[in-house]
Every structure is written in structure tokens, then in C-alpha cells.
């Protein structure tokens, strides 16, 4: 939890950079570990700032954008910016409001919020301060029974899309997590959820991964059960094969999110940046495609909408802005990002979310 007092921040935090660092000096090392950690060695998590670093911008002169702004439509909702808070477990690990106060920063900030199934304030708590466009993040639970509970509480408080996450049915190697022995705080839980028991072996010669854990993960008919118990719109969260992808649009959901879990799942895997263009290319032109893992910099949003992706969600910065300044330093965050992006839209000669492509970029992707 918070180790030293918010009214120490300084008054200058031009970049979310400033932000990581002072939330580094607020929580304690198990909650750093948590937040900030990627799985065994986090060659992904490193491997999705560089290629976002290595994408070098194109910049365009002369042209005239003064009409500009970032709005945007989202599965038929507008925003502000296409920056998207995206679903963080347990944010009470970062400040006593957590999730309320990460949602009540993004609605002011004009932006679209992700609710966490591991959240650790309820839908009720939620709903009561919160009115803006909400979507809500799943994880399929143990039964069928308790997945539906799960979405007819989403629907009953008016979050309008379902983003399931696929790509993490068992924990990544959290290495980090577990040289500083991590473990939730006895007041941080996810309280939307019961408490699953633990995991009994599944017997003499059988593996805990194959026949335990991956017993109970979902498939793509878990999938095709939830789109027929359900109006809301499903997008697919953590896909970067084509194939998944190729799944996925032919099961006809709204949309996917091409991601590697913020380097938090499987290691060693591609980023976004590389497997973007490969992947809109085979869900073709109208599929909402969104991105995350690894996104500091407005120009990081250009970059991914340049090759492919409609909105990018952040994860990490909402945590480092919660754990400095609670809703304040999220509002910030989102502020300092929608800054940046408004400024690299300029410099590139685009004037609207629609305009920014490929030629943004050198050498064009």
C-alpha cells in the first residue's frame, strides 16, 4: 500500500515516465513487484517498448490541421481520444479509491474505462459513481453458471461490451512476484467474485498444468456459448496469432485486442508492434482492432493506430498515477497522453484519428 503521503508530490510531472518513478517510491516492493513486473525473465515486456521505439514517425509540413481534434467512435460510442483505461486487477493495491477513482478520472478525461473481473470495488460501487460508457473485462470463470452471473451483473449495470481475455488461462512465470513473496494485502480482494478453492492435484502421473489447471480453461466453444447467452458486444482480448484472429472474425465478434498481457502471460513472444499489421491484414478493414502493452507516449498511440489498430489501451500508467495522486494523477496521466497525441498528430500532418495510416510511419509499414 501507500508508503508516504500524496501531499509530497512534486509539481512537476511532465511525462508518465515522472509518474512510474514516483509510484515506485509509494508502494511498497511486493505492490511494485505486482504492478510492474513481467513474467520469468520479461524479455515480452521489454521487447514491446522497443519495437514501439524502434518505429521511427514520419512527419508531414505545410499542412493545415487546425481543424484537428481526436474523437473517435468506438462499436457505435464516441470519445474523446482513442486512449482506453484498460482492465488492471486489484487498483485498491495502489490507492484506497482504486477502480473508482481510475473511472471517475477517465469520464472526466472524455475516455472509454475497462473494468477489471478482478476489480476490487463492486459494480454497485461503480455504477453509483460513474455514468460514462463502461466496458466490462471477463474472465471465464470455473463454471458456466458463475460466467453468466458474472455477465448479467455487467449488463444490469449498463456496461456496454464484453472484452474476454483469452490469452491467460493460467498465470505467466511471475518470478519477480515471488522473490519479494507477494500476496494481497487482507484488504484487497476482487469482490465481485467468490474465493475459488484451491486446486486439488489431479492424481498419480497426471499433470497440475494439463489435467489441473488447463482443465478449467475456456475454448473458442466457451466462446460460442457466451455470444448466445448475451446482446452485448464481445470483443477478444490477448490474440497475436493470425489464426486466433482468423477464429475470431469468423465467429463474428465486434472486435479483438492484439496484446501480449503487457509481457505479464507467455514470455518470449512478438509484440503488438510486430504482429499488428499481420493481423489487420487478415481481419480486414472493418473489425475493431485495438492494442496494448507497452504504450508511454502519445506518439506510442500514433505509431499503433498507424499500423492497424482503431484505440490503444493502457494498463501500468493508470497504476502509477493512482498510487501518486489517486483520480487526479490518472486524469493526468490520460491528459499528458491525449497531449502528446494531439502534438505527433500535428507534426505528422494528420488532422483526425481516421487519417492516421501507414505513411505516418518510415519506412511505411
Given at each position: 500500500?501507500?508508503?508516504?503521503?500524496?501531499?509530497t508530490?512534486?509539481?512537476t510531472?511532465?511525462?508518465?515516465?515522472?509518474?512510474?518513478?514516483?509510484?515506485?517510491?509509494?508502494?511498497?516492493?511486493?505492490?511494485?513487484?505486482y504492478?510492474?513486473?513481467?513474467?520469468?525473465?520479461?524479455?515480452?515486456?521489454?521487447?514491446?517498448?522497443?519495437?514501439?521505439?524502434?518505429?521511427?514517425?514520419?512527419?508531414?509540413?505545410?499542412?493545415?490541421?487546425?481543424?484537428?481534434?481526436?474523437?473517435?467512435?468506438l462499436?457505435?460510442?464516441?470519445?474523446?481520444?482513442?486512449?482506453?483505461?484498460?482492465?488492471?486487477?486489484?487498483?485498491?493495491?495502489?490507492?484506497?479509491?482504486?477502480?473508482?477513482?481510475?473511472?471517475?478520472?477517465?469520464?472526466?478525461?472524455?475516455?472509454?474505462?475497462?473494468?477489471?473481473?478482478?476489480?476490487?470495488?463492486?459494480?454497485?460501487?461503480?455504477?453509483?459513481?460513474?455514468?460514462?460508457?463502461?466496458?466490462?473485462?471477463?474472465?471465464?470463470?470455473?463454471?458456466?453458471?458463475?460466467?453468466?452471473?458474472?455477465?448479467?451483473?455487467?449488463?444490469?449495470?449498463?456496461?456496454?461490451?464484453?472484452?474476454?481475455?483469452?490469452d491467460?488461462?493460467i498465470?505467466?512465470?511471475?518470478?519477480?512476484?515471488?522473490?519479494?513473496?507477494?500476496?494481497?494485502?487482507?484488504?484487497?480482494?476482487?469482490?465481485?467474485?467468490?474465493?475459488?478453492?484451491?486446486?486439488?492435484h489431479?492424481?498419480e502421473?497426471?499433470?497440475?498444468?494439463?489435467?489441473?489447471?488447463?482443465?478449467?480453461?475456456?475454448?473458442?466453444?466457451?466462446?460460442?456459448?457466451?455470444?448466445?447467452?448475451?446482446?452485448?458486444?464481445?470483443?477478444l482480448?490477448?490474440?497475436?496469432?493470425?489464426l486466433?484472429?482468423?477464429?475470431?472474425?469468423?465467429?463474428g465478434?465486434?472486435?479483438?485486442?492484439?496484446?501480449?498481457?503487457?509481457?505479464?502471460?507467455?514470455?518470449?513472444?512478438?509484440s503488438?508492434?510486430?504482429?499488428?499489421?499481420?493481423?489487420?491484414?487478415?481481419?480486414?478493414?472493418?473489425?475493431?482492432?485495438?492494442?496494448?502493452?507497452?504504450?508511454?507516449?502519445?506518439?506510442?498511440?500514433?505509431k499503433?493506430?498507424?499500423?492497424g489498430?482503431?484505440?490503444?489501451?493502457?494498463?501500468?500508467?493508470?497504476?502509477?498515477?493512482?498510487?501518486?495522486?489517486?483520480?487526479?494523477?490518472?486524469?493526468?496521466?490520460?491528459?499528458?497522453?491525449?497531449?502528446?497525441?494531439?502534438?505527433?498528430?500535428?507534426?505528422?500532418?494528420?488532422?483526425?484519428?481516421?487519417?492516421?495510416?501507414?505513411?505516418?510511419?518510415?519506412?511505411?509499414?
Amino acid at each position: 500500500m501507500l508508503k508516504t503521503p500524496l501531499n509530497t508530490i512534486p509539481k512537476t510531472l511532465a511525462a508518465l515516465s515522472d509518474y512510474e518513478n514516483l509510484a515506485r517510491e509509494r508502494l511498497t516492493p511486493q505492490s511494485w513487484a505486482y504492478i510492474a513486473g513481467g513474467s520469468a525473465d520479461e524479455l515480452s515486456m521489454r521487447r514491446n517498448r522497443e519495437k514501439l521505439d524502434d518505429l521511427c514517425l514520419l512527419p508531414r509540413a505545410l499542412k493545415d490541421v487546425k481543424l484537428g481534434g481526436t474523437k473517435t467512435t468506438l462499436l457505435g460510442q464516441q470519445f474523446d481520444h482513442p486512449i482506453i483505461s484498460g482492465p488492471v486487477a486489484y487498483q485498491a493495491l495502489a490507492h484506497p479509491d482504486g477502480e473508482i477513482a481510475t473511472a471517475m478520472a477517465t469520464q472526466a478525461q472524455g475516455g472509454l474505462w475497462v473494468m477489471s473481473t478482478l476489480a476490487s470495488c463492486s459494480f454497485e460501487d461503480i455504477s453509483n459513481q460513474v455514468e460514462s460508457p463502461r466496458w466490462f473485462q471477463l474472465y471465464v470463470q470455473p463454471t458456466r453458471s458463475q460466467t453468466l452471473e458474472l455477465i448479467q451483473k455487467a449488463e444490469h449495470f449498463q456496461f456496454s461490451a464484453l472484452v474476454i481475455t483469452i490469452d491467460a488461462p493460467i498465470n505467466g512465470l511471475r518470478n519477480r512476484e515471488q522473490r519479494t513473496e507477494f500476496s494481497l494485502p487482507p484488504n484487497v480482494r476482487a469482490v465481485n467474485i467468490d474465493t475459488p478453492p484451491p486446486l486439488a492435484h489431479p492424481g498419480e502421473g497426471k499433470s497440475v498444468v494439463f489435467q489441473g489447471l488447463m482443465a478449467q480453461a475456456p475454448t473458442w466453444d466457451d466462446i460460442a456459448f457466451i455470444q448466445q447467452h448475451t446482446s452485448l458486444p464481445i470483443v477478444l482480448k490477448g490474440i497475436l496469432n493470425p489464426l486466433d484472429a482468423q477464429k475470431a472474425a469468423e465467429l463474428g465478434v465486434a472486435g479483438i485486442v492484439v496484446s501480449n498481457h503487457g509481457g505479464r502471460a507467455l514470455d518470449s513472444v512478438p509484440s503488438p508492434v510486430e504482429m499488428l499489421p499481420i493481423i489487420r491484414q487478415t481481419v480486414g478493414d472493418e473489425m475493431m482492432v485495438l492494442a496494448d502493452s507497452g504504450v508511454r507516449r502519445g506518439a506510442d498511440v500514433v505509431k499503433l493506430m498507424a499500423l492497424g489498430a482503431n484505440a490503444v489501451l493502457i494498463g501500468r500508467p493508470l497504476m502509477y498515477g493512482l498510487a501518486t495522486a489517486g483520480a487526479l494523477g490518472v486524469a493526468h496521466t490520460i491528459r499528458l497522453l491525449r497531449d502528446e497525441l494531439e502534438m505527433t498528430m500535428a507534426l505528422c500532418g494528420v488532422g483526425s484519428i481516421e487519417e492516421i495510416n501507414k505513411h505516418c510511419l518510415w519506412p511505411t509499414a
